[in-house]
């Protein structure tokens, strides 16, 4: 009877050290990581601003048709849903950035995590959550065409990588393939969305809702998956906006991307150049309607 008590004692006892060394080890990651995040966040601004101050000069070759494009057949890329969509979730994932930003400054830590910035955080949380929520059920043909496009890739993906840093530094447009509905930053962009998506949720919620019931080691366990999907969010997100509003070869704003996300539409002339391919698709769509 004593040995067997012996022996469970002595089981507890080890597995109360494998968790203590276990959280221990977790919590110290959590310190890696957020030094991690900083530094690659920090070294993907430096890039973005030297891509900037290489590229600044670069005349896309249709932009000096810009009296032309007021006048341009214009095609429909994003409906009104989408943009509402898109804007929302923008906004919440600023909003989460910046209050999710502070815990990793040791000397705002505890602020961030007792006092306004955490019920920001929370509150554009549950809009980011909700929002897509009810988007998906209500635009199922979008949303499957959005998870078909980002779960697609081929060769024309291999030969964008290859062509990427001749346009986006030196403004060669003819070493850019034809590209689809995304091109393959959008691609990578979307498929990040859909990954990390999931995994914020689950990972807030816990962290929230059961943080006071939740067994030590698989909090921090959430934690550090917030932290990973945190960081690389958030690098992507900075290249999200520069490549999508401050490129030089994204000009002019009016009938581009930042058209396409606040209008709904863009200029004949900018879908052919950046989307050539999927614009041949919409023109023998037409077509077709049209006999």
């Known amino acids: 009877m004593l040995d067997g008590m012996y022996t469970l004692g002595g089981f507890s006892a080890g597995y109360r050290l494998f968790v203590n060394l276990q959280v221990s080890a977790t919590a110290e990651w959590h310190n890696v990581i957020m030094l991690l995040g900083l530094v690659a966040g920090g070294m993907t601004i430096l890039g973005l601003v030297l891509n900037y101050l290489i590229a600044r000069n670069i005349k896309p070759a249709r932009e000096l048709q810009d009296d ?29 950035f910046f209050t999710g930003i502070l815990l990793f400054i040791p000397g705002l830590r505890d602020w961030a995590q007792d006092g306004w910035p955490f019920v920001l955080h929370l509150v554009a949380g549950v809009i980011l959550i909700v929002v897509p929520l009810i988007y998906i059920p209500l635009n199922w043909k979008t949303t499957l065409r959005g998870i078909k ?70 909090l921090q366990f959430m934690i550090f998956l917030h932290d990973i999907a945190f960081i690389t969010t958030g690098t992507m997100f ?45 023109s023998r769509t037409q077509e077709t309607a049209n006999k």
């Open 68 to 96: 032309k494009y007021k006048a341009a057949l214009e095609v429909e890329r994003y409906r009104k849903p989408t943009r509402i969509l898109h804007w929302t979730c923008a906004g919440a994932f600023i909003v989460l």
């Open 238 to 282: 900075f290249i999200h906006i520069y490549m999508s509003v401050l490129h030089p070869m994204v000009r002019p704003l009016k009938t581009g991307a930042w058209s396409a996300i606040t209008r709904g539409k863009v200029s004949a002339e900018y879908a052919k150049s950046h989307h050539g391919k999927w614009y041949q698709e919409i």
């Open 149 to 218: 496009d980002a779960l697609t890739w081929g060769k024309e993906d291999l030969d964008w990588l290859k062509a990427a840093p001749q346009y986006y530094y030196l403004g060669n447009e003819q070493a850019m393939p034809p590209q689809r509905y995304l091109n393959t930053f959008q691609k990578m962009w979307l498929l990040l969305v859909i990954v990390s998506g999931p995994v914020f949720a689950i990972s807030g919620i816990i962290m929230w809702a059961f943080k006071t019931i939740a067994p030590t080691e698989f």
